[in-house]
């Protein structure tokens, strides 16, 4: 799955109410937080594009209709090589869609790369010659 499609993918499960309610209560608690966090670097991300902003907007009210301009405005702004948004995206998944993320149904490909880092607590130094 590519980064964008799974920020997008966890976007839409975390405005999902039945998708929250259907867990049990320590792992409610758990997805909310964590589609907090996706959602407030999302916002970070898209702050000053109103176009960005709305789309992130308007998905959460209708995931279905705001998908694909969603989609246009992070791929627009990098949200694909942002390291921490991708994480945060799959973490939220694997705590919604648990049989989904053991399937590896949301590993991220990133071919390309320099200095990408995927994951929480991490340190990283990179030295990049031209």
């Not at 907007?57 to 705001?66: G, I, K």
């Not at 694997?94 to 049989?99: E, F, G, P, T």
């Not at 607590?121 to 990179?126: D, K, M």
Request: glycine share 10%; hydrophobic share 50%.
């Amino acid at each position: 799955m590519d980064p964008i499609t799974l920020i997008v993918t966890a976007l839409a499960a975390g405005a999902s109410a039945g998708v929250i309610d259907a867990l049990k209560d320590n792992a409610k608690d758990a997805a909310k937080a964590a589609y907090a966090k996706l959602r407030g670097l999302v916002r970070t991300r898209v702050a000053g594009n109103p176009g960005a902003e709305l789309a992130l907007a308007e998905h959460q009210a209708d995931p279905e209709n705001w998908a694909a301009p969603l989609k246009a405005k992070l791929t627009l702004v990098g949200a694909g090589d942002d390291a921490a948004l991708v994480a945060a995206a799959q973490a939220l998944m694997d705590l919604v869609d648990r049989a989904g993320a053991k399937a590896g149904k949301y590993h991220v490909t990133i071919s390309g790369g320099h200095g990408v880092q995927v994951g929480e607590g991490n340190v990283q130094h990179n030295t990049f010659n031209a």
